[in-house]
């Protein structure tokens, strides 16, 4: 047992070390002693996001059943299931062992049902179709996270309103790593670190759409980036990229709730909003206020040490993912324009059949 124990010490030694996690002359006792009464980041206030997750998890599910869905019956959003299908034990069977089989196996069901191999693929559709959450189910959600995000703008925006590298990048790295952590910064942090950690579990039963593995990734990399982050004191920098982010998620789900709303006047003009919000964001403001300066600027005035590449990198990765998401939206526009309007193309093509 004290084998074990001392192995498993080594391990953690090894991959909290210093040359690794901190700029130079920098020791994690720089960090606990708040040498020169500066309030440092500690690594052990992330465990408090677990808590916090918990807490948002709560607060979602209170709101979307007290509030969110009897607002959307009221609005007329239909909480029943669009297809019906009809039952047969032959097909049911094959489903339950692959829901998307190849076109040889619809041939071979249709000579055991009497249907034809077009009537069996149809049948498979629906009942695909039928397993889908309701559009109440799909408002409920959006209406959470179109909240949430709102929320949490604001609540940046009052937070970094005073802050020096809200305005000018540079002050991210200007004296680093010896920046202080104020009270609403740290909840700042433990709020959105908490709400990403309530994604990464209510992804499995939320609505699943075709880019759930994309999600899922962007959600990882994004706790990932918030604990580096934090753990390196780079706090300033992840300000910036939360703000950045909850800038175009607020029109992000409005546009899907109008589209549930089946208001296409109402969905297009806050798509145009997404749009510009956008573009103007994540391809705009996080590759020159954040990505630019993380990666070049930075060189010039910061030491540099292998947590930073890592920090970096998923910053990179986070903007490949947008550059994805963007080709979507683009596509999205192109449809809205020259064919039927609004429609979220991260949904199956049988998703909407009636």
């Known amino acids: 047992m004290g084998s074990v124990r001392n192995t498993i010490n080594r391990l953690s030694d090894a991959f909290w070390s210093e040359s690794i996690w901190l ?18 980041a500690q690594f052990n206030d992330i465990y408090y996001s677990l808590l916090t997750a918990i807490v948002i998890l709560f607060i979602r599910v209170t709101l979307e059943r007290l509030i969110f869905r009897p607002v959307g019956k009221a609005l007329g959003i239909s909480d029943k299931q669009r297809v019906k299908v009809e ?3 032959i097909l049911e069977k094959s489903f339950r062992i692959n829901n998307r089989p190849p076109q040889s196996t619809y041939i071979g069901l249709s000579k055991q049902s009497d249907l034809s191999a077009k009537q069996v693929e149809l049948w498979f559709k629906r009942r695909r179709s039928y397993n889908k959450p309701t559009i109440l189910t799909r408002f409920t959600e959006s209406s959470w996270r179109c909240t949430f995000y709102a929320f949490t703008f604001v ?7 005073d802050k020096p590298w809200t305005w000018d990048s540079m002050e991210c790295f200007v004296d680093y790593p010896h920046h202080s952590v104020s009270t609403e910064i740290w909840w700042y942090y433990n709020i959105e670190l908490g709400f990403y950690i309530s994604l990464i579990i209510s992804q499995f039963f939320d609505v699943k759409y075709s880019d759930f593995w ?3 990734i962007h959600h990882v990399v994004t706790v990932l980036l918030l604990c580096f982050s934090w753990a390196c004191n780079l706090h ?3 300000t910036l990229v939360l703000i950045i982010h909850d800038f175009a998620d607020i029109p992000l789900e409005g546009a899907k709730i109008a589209r549930y709303l089946r208001n296409p006047v109402l969905a297009n003009i806050v798509f145009a909003a997404l749009l510009v919000c956008w573009i103007y964001s994540r391809l705009g403001l996080l590759p020159t206020r954040v990505i630019a300066y993380s990666t070049y600027y930075a060189l010039f005035i910061l030491p540099m040490f292998p947590a930073y590449y890592i920090f970096n990198g998923l910053l990179c990765a ?3 993912l947008h550059i994805i998401w963007t080709w979507l939206i683009l596509k999205i526009a192109h449809n809205a324009i020259f064919v039927d309007g609004v429609k979220d193309l991260r949904e199956s093509d049988d998703e909407d059949d009636d």
């Open 23 to 40: 700029p130079p002359n920098v020791t994690w006792k720089t960090y606990s002693d708040r040498a020169g009464g500066i309030n440092y």
């Open 318 to 320: 986070l903007q490949v």
């Open 214 to 216: 994309q999600m899922f």
């Open 155 to 161: 609540y940046g925006v009052w937070a970094l309103w």
């Open 236 to 238: 300033r920098i992840g």
């Open 87 to 89: 039952p047969n034990e």
